[in-house]
């Protein structure tokens, strides 16, 4: 069996005292792509933020390669997991090389320069993202889907082989989104993932974990978990689905005004 990177056990996190997501519990696999899928409002952010910590949890564990992830220094876990939201927006002017330079910031002390290691790291990551010509563009003025590739070039650079992406394609059109999943395909890392669209899930996921109300209420493979009846019962709305002939992954189609009232 594969080495278990990721091991979420019973957690939960309530904002105030409205609870968000409970008992969740989880494993990732080295070398898998796993989705965490469900309604908007499902919870799967808040799942996320509590392992990359940018919240922390109510109750709860999260080992992370047999540690406790919460008794790491942030410094340590940023150079084990990298990430990479949704929101792609920065509140001031970076160049894009200046961008994907903060991701070696985990391995430098406060007052480290940039060494030719770190250049030629920089330069490896923007090379591998295809973003190399736009080193010295504006970040602010890229499109979204550039914005996405310098964010992971980010990460390239950070040189982790853990990433959790938080939809990272929610506002982009289906080239960007496949463009963005098939690049971190072949990075070959380890990653969890919260994916707004089914289709895109069942493309790319290993294995899904589909949240409701807060709550884990079906996880295996996509082909397990994608059926109408478990889509009708997690969203509300009826579907077909069938193995695609050019792709050989489940295809989800749905059908118009078919849903709970």
Known sequence: MAETRLHVENLAFSYNDKRAISDISLEVHKGEFVGIIGPNGSGKSTVLKNLYRALMPDAGGVLFDGKNLFAMSHREAARKIGV????????????????????????????????????????????????????????????????????????????????????????LDISYQLQIFDFVRRLGVTVLSAIHDLNMAALYCDRVYALKNGRLVLSGKPEDVFTPQSI?????????????????KISITYIPGQFKG
């Open 232 to 248: 009708y019962e997690i969203y509300g709305v009826r579907c077909e689905t069938a193995r695609h002939p050019a792709t050989g």
């Open 84 to 171: 990479v939201g949704q929101e792609n927006d920065v509140p001031f002017d970076f160049l894009v090389d200046e961008i994907v330079a903060m991701g070696r910031g985990p391995h430098k002390k406060l007052f480290d320069i940039d060494t030719k290691e770190d250049a030629a790291i920089i330069h490896h990551a923007l090379e591998h993202t295809g973003m190399q010509d736009m080193a010295k563009r504006n970040y602010r003025r890229l499109s979204g889907g550039e914005k996405q590739r310098v964010l992971i070039a980010r990460v390239i650079a950070q040189e982790t082989d853990f990433l959790i992406l938080d939809e990272p394609t929610n506002h």
